[in-house]
Structure formats: structure tokens, C-alpha cells
């Protein structure tokens, strides 16, 4: 009796550590995929999309150049200071008719 119980305690510990491995694999190979994704200032490399995440370094500017938008503060009504604009800030972006035909 006591052999199979300690028989069974291994395949347990097993199976919980290759359980916990493979968890660990998954979650380094996701973390992985997403660094890939992301370059720079441009999120999966589509920069001027509706939906635009400041990056570092950015300005209200540069982001009106990069994506021919010069009504972003008028846009985006919880800019409350146009200068006050940090990485990560969520901004809407309408590109003006020439930029959409181009793509």
C-alpha cells in the first residue's frame, strides 16, 4: 500500500512541475511575440491608425505631421494642455482626405 502511494506522490510531483514548466514556456514565448510586435513608436506598424498610443519622445506636433491630422486637441477633448502629452497617452487620429487616399 505504501508503495503505491509514494508511486502515486511522484507522478503527482511530475506532473505538477511539467504542468508548471509548460505554463512557463507559454508565457515566455507570448511575451516574446508581443516584443515583436511593437517597434519604436509605432504599434504593429500601422502608425497613424484611429487609435493612436503616444510614444516616447512624441509631441502633438510630430504626431500631426506623422499622420495629417492638425485637429488632434479639437479631436481628443480630454487633451485638457497640448503640451502636457506623455507616452501611453490614447489619442484619436483622423487623418484628413489626402492622407486616406493614399493608402
Known amino acids: 500500500m505504501k508503495a503505491s502511494t509514494s508511486i502515486a506522490d ?18 515566455i514565448r507570448e511575451n516574446s ?11 504593429l506598424e500601422r502608425p497613424c491608425d484611429e487609435i493612436y498610443v503616444v510614444g516616447e519622445g512624441e509631441t502633438l506636433h510630430t504626431i500631426s505631421d506623422k499622420c495629417s491630422d492638425p485637429f488632434i486637441v479639437e479631436r ?26 493614399l493608402r
Do not use: E
Not at 16 to 24: F, K, V, W, Y
Not at 37 to 42: C, D, L
Not at 77 to 93: A, N, R, T, W
Open 76 to 101: 481628443n477633448p480630454h487633451i485638457q494642455d497640448p503640451d502636457d502629452v506623455f507616452p501611453g497617452l490614447v489619442i484619436k487620429i483622423t487623418p484628413s482626405n489626402s492622407m486616406k487616399l
Open 33 to 43: 511575440l508581443a516584443d515583436d510586435s511593437v517597434r519604436g513608436n509605432h504599434l
Open 10 to 27: 511522484t507522478a503527482s510531483w511530475y506532473c505538477a512541475i511539467s504542468l508548471l514548466g509548460l505554463i512557463l514556456l507559454v508565457s
